[in-house]
Nanobody, 125 residues
Framework: QVQLVESGGGLVQAGGSLRLSCAAS????????MGWFRQAPGKERTFVAA????????VYADAVKGRFTISRDNAKNTGYLQMNSLKPEDTGVYYC??????????????????WGQGTQVTVSS
């Protein structure tokens, strides 16, 4: 199993940037596909981005394409989500998820068995 801990959230003005981190422990982080999801108040958790174990293939939600970048450093057992040009609608709790690298990329939260506790991102207008 792998344990995940997110950090880097906070309060930022619209147009600003934040970089979220997802620190992994337990099994080798490089054995997992990584995904980021977010949950706005009163809404379901939705897909943001995912990255394969080797960083070669990725996918983004349409709402964040061109603004967010997912990356990872397997040597540091850490994944990242760089968020630029933030908008108020980006507000929510951001979660890091992991699934076996064998399965490849996935957009559904049900396909990720491992989750962190989340980090709050608030974008003010």
């Amino acid at each position: 199993q792998v344990q995940l801990v997110e950090s880097g959230g906070g309060l930022v003005q619209a147009g600003g940037s934040l970089r979220l981190s997802c620190a992994a422990s337990g099994r080798t982080f490089g054995s997992y596909t990584m995904g980021w999801f977010r949950q706005a108040p009163g809404k379901e958790r939705t897909f943001v981005a995912a990255l394969t174990w080797n960083g070669v293939n990725w996918v983004y939600a349409d709402a964040v394409k061109g603004r967010f970048t997912i990356s990872r450093d397997n040597a540091k057992n850490t994944g990242y989500l760089q968020m630029n040009s933030l908008k108020p609608e980006d507000t929510g709790v951001y979660y890091c998820g992991a699934r076996s690298a064998v399965g490849g990329l996935a957009r559904r939260q049900s396909e990720y068995p491992y989750w962190g506790q989340g980090t709050q991102v608030t974008v003010s207008s």
